[in-house]
Structures are given as structure tokens and as C-alpha cells.
């Protein structure tokens, strides 16, 4: 069992730094990975899922899942699903929505508030926690399986080399 532990915070000072943490993202995920994105209303989740398939090359819109539950999106035979629990009154309405058939090795989901379905929906190889920092963000990254540590490596070393293009003149 991998044990799960945060290493790295990253800063998000504005909304585009959401979004490039999830451009950056879109280029890190393979088929079958489970990423919980985790924090309060307004944190910026449903923002870096945007961003992560606007980069995938989606050009639709990008509605939050709120009352559909899932959206579905297809791109270049890639399934991408995109959950959000938070209106679930029970865990066990994940069972009844059917939901669990959406969580195989050829898909990527992207679930937001995953505790609500806490005990029903698979577990995370990675969590990212968003947080308030005002008057920006921050997100805590934890990879909860192998495939999720692979996955976060690339998304550090992305981060990292967008970063020095940001800023060359860092020490
Ligand atoms: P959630 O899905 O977590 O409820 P949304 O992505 O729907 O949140 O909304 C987040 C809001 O915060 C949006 O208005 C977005 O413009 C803004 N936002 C996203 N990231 C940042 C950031 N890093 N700094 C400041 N504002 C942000
Ligand atoms: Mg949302």
C-alpha cells in the first residue's frame, strides 16, 4: 500500500495559475487514473478540470457537474469523466446513480467532492486539495497510488519547467 503524503504546495496567486496547474495536468494523466479534487465551493475545482480539457484540445463548453452529476467527454479516445457529488444527500446515491461503471482502466476521472460518496466512489490515486489563499489559491497535491506518484512526478517537473519560463531570472 503506497502511504500517502504531501511533499509540495503549490501557489496559485490568480486564476490563470489555476488554470495553467491544469493545462499543466492535462499532459500528466493516463487512462485509468482517479483524481479527487478536494476543497470548499469555490476553490478553483471545477476551474482547473476547464482548463485541463481546454488543453486536451476541447472546445465545447465545460459545465459543472453539479446537478448532472457527470459530464461526459471523448477526446482522442480518451474517456474523461467529470463528477461532482456535492448535491448528494447520502453516499449511497452513488450506487444508485449507477456511477461506478464509469471507473475503468481505460478512463480518467475527475471526481469533485468525493467524500460525499465517501465509502462508494474508488479510491484516489491522486488528491489535489484547494484552498483559499487569499487572494489566490493554493493546492496541495497527494499521490495515493504508484500511478499517482508517476503522475504527480511529471506534473512537478512540468510545473518546475513552466515556472523558470515564467520567472528566468529566479536564482
Ligand atoms: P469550485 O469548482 O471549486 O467550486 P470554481 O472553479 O467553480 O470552484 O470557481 C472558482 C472561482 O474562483 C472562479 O470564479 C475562478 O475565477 C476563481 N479562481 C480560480 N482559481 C483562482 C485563483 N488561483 N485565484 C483567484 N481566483 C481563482
Ligand atoms: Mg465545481
Known sequence: MHEP?????LSLP????????GGLLARCIRPGLVIYLEGDLGAGKTTLVRALLRALGHTGPVKSPTYALVEVYVISSLYL???DFYRFGSPEEFVDAGLGEYFR???VCLVEWPEKAAGYVPPADLRLAVGHEPPGRRCRPLACSEEGQQCLTRLYAAWD???SCISPGRP
Open 14 to 21: 490568480d486564476e490563470a495559475a489555476t488554470q495553467r496547474l
Open 81 to 83: 469523466y467529470h463528477f
Open 5 to 9: 503524503q504531501c511533499t509540495r504546495e
Open 161 to 163: 519547467a513552466a515556472d
Open 105 to 107: 482502466g481505460d478512463s
